[in-house]
């Protein structure tokens, strides 16, 4: 039996300190020297985690306690992140969970707990931020009680230990009033309420693989827990799948494990460490590595289906090939292709005419994430209007519906009760939240919410907070009003200049600066009324020789209205498409020419009458 060792996964809701938490374990556990330089949030160590201050990946470390090996594995906060989540807990033996002492358990709180607790995990429970002003511990214990009970815990894991910490800080107690010092009880805790790995170190070698990533080196790098019995460098291995099926034989020609937070080559492992191997060049996530002898897979669940899709294709516009260095569908196809196989949470489907690929996922912050890295990875690509995926059983049509709990000054309630009810939510729930706060929770269409958040934070002034988890499918709730107003399109090709920007103002927002290189067909600025208007922004001031008093007129301009890829993604209407290169992100119509689209509206309106 392995006793050394001790394997926990961190999971929580977004932004509610898991990763800040990991970077003092490993600090306080003597994993960095004391003049080393580290990063913050060492754990998020891709750019675009960086930047949006979210986990977007899982990865794994690992601290040394006692003469105890402690691996841990954070995990991302956020829903549209959660096949990464449900793997994870594959690994594991314990899960830490998180919660803040304000905001209490939140949607993706109650999907990663539901998770943890369908596995036989007993979870820890650590209230973070205990010392934020509006923090309310004693309550917040009370609602992740009830929260445990509302998941059918059983009486073992419904008698879970409590820490009270604040991981910035660097502290945690077993009550309120105790000593402020260091982790040292959630060091001790982990070791007393963590089982260790019962596991069969005797029996043929077999692990299930639960990440996969790509090294310009070795190749495709496989990582999870060995099940049972030992590996070793150069062992002839095979690939099981979940049928049982072989998918290939080979040698582990390098095996990897987690010392902080680096890998470090190791001769041999046995069964509970978790490890990385290489070697394999065909086996994926959920498959089973094992000694040639073994004929049966490591079981695994199946990861939730994804609820919405988007189709990428070909950047076609005039602009296409200036700014990306990789445009053709080959490329674009390889890329998303190769996506989905380390991102099981992530379909690909080609179009019949090979130039088009359709990309399922769990939101838009997923499909965002995708397309992002891709942008910066040189790539040009034209994105359509997020769709989500119906189903039918019994002759009725199924669409994903979303918890939703909004937290919103109260002053602000009543708008966005209004606007969720236009979107087909039906309120589940509306109590005070403290600090003069109002919490809603709302069962509401996926389609309905698709370009709801930007215009959510415009009524609630920047300061409404939204959560959304998928919750279920039920009947089609009918037709949903989509965008109000219609857009500004450009009728020509050359840079916008500012004194025809100055004379177009009161049609609408704009979305452009002068000196900004437009084309025709290309959507410039949102019209104030419901129609969609074409204007020409490259239309210069004349210039005569006669001068009056008012002529010269000083040009002042309204800053325009920037969208992130997010927001452009959910604005979009059917007919219209976002044209990503590593530079811009511009809207355009999918027809560029003024003639055809009026062509096609008019067919349409023949074909419904």
Known sequence: MTHEVRNIAIIAHVDHGKTTLVDTMLRQSGTFRDNQQVDERVMDSNALEKERGITILAKCTSVEWNGTRINIVDTPGHADFGGEVERILHMVDGVILLTDAAEGPMPQTKFVLGKALKQGLRPMVIINKVDRPDGRPDEVVNEVFDLFAALNANDQQLDFPILYASGR????????????????????????????????????????????????????????????????????????????????????????????????????????????????????????????????????????????????????????????????????????????????????????????FEVGGRGELQLGVLIETMRREGFELSVSRPRVLMREEGGVLLEPIEEVVIDVDDEYSGVVVEKMSQRKAAMQEMRPAGAGKTRLVFYAPSRGLIGYQSEFLTDTRGTGVMNRLYHSHEPYKGDIQGRRNGVLISTDQGEAVAYAIFNLQDRGVMFINPQEKVYMGMVVGEHNRDNDLEINVLKGKQLTNIRASGTDEAIRLIPPRRLTLEDMISYIEDDELVEVTPKSLRLRKKMLDPNERKRTSRDKKKIAS
Do not use: Y
């Open 169 to 356: 800080d660097g502290w945690c107690a077993q009550e309120l009033d105790d000593p402020r010092k260091d982790l040292t009880p959630l060091f001790d805790l982990i070791l007393r309420h963590v089982p260790t790995p019962q596991l069969d170190e005797e029996a043929p070698f077999s692990m299930l693989v639960t990440l996969l990533e790509s090294d310009p080196f070795l190749g495709r790098m496989l990582t999870g827990r060995i099940q049972s019995g030992k590996v070793k460098v150069n062992m002839p291995v095979k690939a099981l799948n979940l049928a049982g099926e072989q998918m290939e034989a080979g040698k582990l020609t390098k095996l990897l494990s987690f010392r902080g937070i680096q890998r470090v080559p190791v001769q041999e492992a046995s069964a509970g460490d978790i490890i990385t191997i290489a070697g394999m060049s065909v086996a994926s996530v959920a498959d089973t590595i094992a000694d040639i002898a073994v004929t049966t897979p490591v079981p695994s669940t199946p990861i939730d289906p994804p609820t919405m899709s988007i189709t990428l294709s070909v950047n076609d516009s005039p602009f296409a090939g200036t700014e990306g260095s990789k445009v053709t569908s080959r490329m674009i196809r390889d890329r998303l292709f190769a996506e989905a196989e380390t991102n099981v949470a992530i379909t690909v489907t080609e179009s019949d005419g090979k130039d088009a």
